[in-house]
């Protein structure tokens, strides 16, 4: 089955770039589009934005002047940059993979990876 | 409006139905998606396009959506079922939107 997994720095300075790579198995990465989502300590789910094989992006508006998100089809990868990050960046952060309805009426998030907590703070 | 809006807490008999609204501008002309988040795990997608259930999710989860609102019915509602109910969609101009969330306590 398709299989997720993040991974990266668990601490990250207040204004430095967090970085995260996601690890695709069970599926090529060639075939779907690919998100990153967070989840505040004790809050609710975020998008950040996803990403297509072909390096086609979509951001969350709120985010989208600090993060870039890229794919190595070669690594069946793919990456997360937020860059200028704050402790309100503090966050878990999970990769999954979009799927999409055939005439684009809708689209879920399935399977997620096991998540990853990256703590901003000196 | 982009937002979708749901109950912050919902609470059941173990037996019993539970029921789960989530309302929002965009369900009026995208479908929604369910996911459940047990403590310390990632989330699960247990319904999508409004009413689909994954393989592998029990019967007992159901769904469904009328105008603007989404329902995600748990019927026979077990211990296990105690976790957190996002409700999701997708707006073209802003993307994936997430529902706040509803902690459901099955007492």
């Known amino acids: 089955q398709v299989q997720l997994q993040e991974s990266g720095p668990g601490l990250v300075k207040p204004s430095e770039t967090l970085s995260l790579t996601c690890t695709v198995s069970?599926?090529?990465?060639?075939?779907?589009?690919w998100s990153w989502i967070r989840q505040p300590p004790g809050k609710g789910l975020e998008w950040i934005g996803h990403i297509y094989y072909s390096g086609s992006t979509n951001y969350n508006s709120s985010l989208k002047s600090r993060v870039t998100i890229s794919v190595d089809t070669s690594k069946n990868q793919f990456s997360l940059n937020l860059s200028s990050v704050t402790a309100a960046d503090t966050a878990v952060y999970y990769c999954?993979?979009?799927?999409?309805?055939?005439?684009?009426?809708?689209?879920?998030?399935?399977?997620w990876g096991q998540g990853t907590l990256v703590t901003v703070s000196t | 409006s982009n937002e979708l809006t749901q109950p912050p807490s919902v609470s059941v008999s173990p037996g019993h139905t539970a029921t789960i609204t989530c309302s929002g501008e965009k369900l009026g002309d995208m479908y929604g998606s369910w996911y459940q988040q047990k403590p310390g795990q990632s989330p699960v997608l247990v319904i999508y396009q409004d009413t689909k259930r994954p393989s592998g999710i029990p019967e007992r989860f159901s769904a469904s959506s009328s105008g603007i609102t989404a329902t995600l019915t748990i019927s026979a509602t077990q211990a296990m079922d105690e976790a957190d109910y996002y409700c999701q969609t997708w707006d073209s101009s802003t993307g994936v939107i997430f529902g706040g969330g509803t902690r459901l306590t099955v007492l």
């Open positions: 069970g599926a090529s990465i060639s075939s779907y589009y």
């Open positions: 999954a993979r979009r799927l999409v309805s055939p005439n684009l009426d809708a689209n879920w998030l399935d399977p």
